[in-house]
Nanobody, 121 residues
């Protein structure tokens, strides 16, 4: 079993920055794919970015490229999402997730409880 706990969500003004963290514990493996998703009220959950901790290879949704950066500290088993130049449209609950096998494509197997990001104009 894998446990994921997000933190770092806050309310910021447009143009500001935040760094989200996701502490992983349990039977987490470096071979897993880890990712960030977000869901705004009344909208579908949206994939934001993914990373392979073993190699550092990362992937991003087009809507966040150049503004958001996913990274992982393998020693601390912690996933991060650095968010710069935030926009009101970035306001959402952000979720950390892990996929145990099959690469980064497809459904993720483990989910955190989420951390709220609110961007005001």
């Amino acid at each position: 079993q894998v446990q994921l706990v997000e933190s770092g969500g806050d309310s910021v003004q447009a143009g500001g920055s935040l760094r989200l963290s996701c502490a992983a514990s349990g039977n987490i493996q470096r071979s897993y794919c880890m990712g960030w998703f977000r869901q705004a009220p009344g909208q579908e959950r949206e994939w934001v970015a993914s990373i392979y901790p073993a190699s550092g290879t990362s992937y991003y949704a087009d809507s966040v490229k150049g503004r958001l950066t996913i990274s992982v500290d393998n020693a601390k088993i912690t996933l991060y999402l650095q968010m710069n130049n935030l926009k009101p449209d970035d306001s959402a609950m952000f979720y950390c997730a892990a996929r145990a096998f099959g690469g980064c494509a497809g459904s993720f197997h483990y989910w955190g409880q989420g951390t709220q990001v609110t961007v005001t104009s």
